[in-house]
């Protein structure tokens, strides 16, 4: 009995060690990790730029295709606002008056503390898209990166456009509302969804 006592004693120990290890590890990554988030956008000669800060510790890596975007017109976006505070909204609406623009962007890294810009060029097809949408635009946008330990994180935000100047800042409840239908895993509304790649063939940025 003494016996059995201590091999359950011991046990017990390894699995309280390895948990403290576990937490220790936790605890390191979130002191760690990268934390971007999103200072300034313009948008200018085909080209969308973005002025990011990393406050974290360590390197973000930002991967080509991992910016996507969903634009509507402002005044259809205003009519969607207002009836979302009556909860009437179906997502499959605002699929049907959203435009999603895949938006084709280098591989770069943006070190702890430190800041710079992430120009985006959307190819041709979808710069046509984007021109297709009115003067006055609302955009909101989700940008996936990773962190030194290969996790996946995200940083979502939104503006108004007119006549592709970006005016003002969107709050976070437009955003989301306007991502969800597209990446709902992302904003949290059905977790158990994953976001999908979208495949595009690269081609010369129109100027």
Known sequence: MIGIGAVLISIGSFHTARQALNNSE??????????????????????????????????AEIRP?????????????????????????????????????ALLSMR????????????????????????GLPDKIVVAALLQYRDVFGEPHIVTWGWFMDKQQVTTELN???????LAPHFPSDVEITPAEHLGEITLQPTSPQR
């Open 26 to 59: 936790q605890t390191l990554k979130v002191g760690q990790r990268a934390y971007l988030r999103v200072v300034e956008v313009k948008y200018a000669g085909g080209e969308l730029q973005i002025h990011l800060k990393n406050s974290g510790n360590t390197p």
């Open 65 to 101: 295709l991992a910016l996507k975007v969903v634009a509507m017109g402002q005044t259809q976006f205003l009519e969607l606002m207002d009836r979302s505070l009556h909860g009437e909204v179906q997502f499959n609406e605002v699929v049907r008056l959203s435009k999603r623009l």
């Open 108 to 131: 770069k890294d943006i070190a702890g503390k430190e800041e710079g810009w992430l120009n985006v060029a959307c190819d041709k097809h979808h710069l046509s898209d984007w021109n």
């Open 172 to 178: 976070h409840l437009s955003v989301e509302l306007l």
